[in-house]
T-cell receptor
Framework: KAGVTQTPRYLIKTRGQQVTLSCSPI?????VSWYQQTPGQGLQFLFE???????NKGNFPGRFSGRQFSNSRSEMNVSTLELGDSALYLC??????????????FGPGTRLTVL | GENVEQHPSTLSVQEGDSAVIKCTYS??????FPWYKQELGKGPQLIID?????GEKKDQRIAVTLNKTAKHFSLHITETQPEDSAVYFC??????????FGAGTTVTVRA
């Protein structure tokens, strides 16, 4: 079974620009979560999607948005980039095994650098 | 929201010795506690998880214990090997598909 795919793996942008990151979950998984990882703040939850609906959102400004398509692929968008948005953005594919909380499998991440 | 604290931040052990990482959580409603291992340039990899209806779980050299009353859980790695060197994260979650992570522990296994 193929793992979680994230594209691109590396990205360099300048302040004020916008960026779109893509995530393809594990086949059969219908839920996707996004996290931001920085040395200062660690791993922080951005949002979670299930069947094209955002079910939960973390404490990030409205510049951070996402969506999910009918094939479960997800994208996240960051508008008006700031230097502090430089981070590793991780996508997690969520498995439902009959328990109340899904097991989450992470992709390799997209390294975003804002200059 | 949930607050997860993880200790120690760095851990150096001799090959063959055991390593223990401890985490505490604040929200008594949390019911799922996974542990992830992250190697340089890679995403976090799930190594073991435990749910609140279980006190202990073991998978080969890795074990996790959970004390719901004290709101803490621990990762135990026995017979450490050089390939165990990585950053380890604990996390906690309730029924909301959101993981709250600890700050991470950098484990170095000395040959």
């Amino acid at each position: 079974k193929a793992g979680v795919t994230q594209t691109p793996r590396y990205l360099i942008k300048t302040r004020g620009q916008q960026v779109t990151l893509s995530c393809s979950p594990i086949s059969g998984h219908r839920s996707v979560s996004w996290y931001q990882q920085t040395p200062g703040q660690g791993l922080q939850f951005l949002f979670e999607y299930f069947s094209e609906t955002q079910r939960n959102k973390g404490n990030f400004p409205g510049r951070f948005s996402g969506r999910q398509f009918s094939n479960s692929r997800s994208e996240m968008n960051v508008s008006t980039l700031e230097l502090g948005d430089s981070a590793l953005y991780l996508c997690a594919s969520n498995e439902f095994r009959g328990q109340s909380t899904d097991t989450q499998y992470f992709g390799p991440g997209t390294r975003l650098t804002v200059l | 929201g949930e607050n997860v604290e993880q200790h120690p931040s760095t851990l150096s052990v001799q090959e063959g010795d055991s390593a223990v990482i401890k985490c505490t959580y604040s929200d008594s409603a949390s019911n799922y506690f996974p542990w992830y291992k992250q190697e340089l340039g890679k995403g976090p990899q799930l190594i073991i998880d435990i749910r609140s209806n279980v006190g202990e779980k073991k998978d080969q050299r890795i074990a996790v214990t959970l004390n719901k009353t004290a709101k803490h859980f621990s990762l135990h790695i026995t017979e450490t090997q050089p390939e165990d060197s990585a950053v380890y994260f604990c996390a906690a979650s309730k029924d909301d598909y959101k993981l709250s992570f600890g700050a991470g522990t950098t484990v170095t296994v000395r040959a």
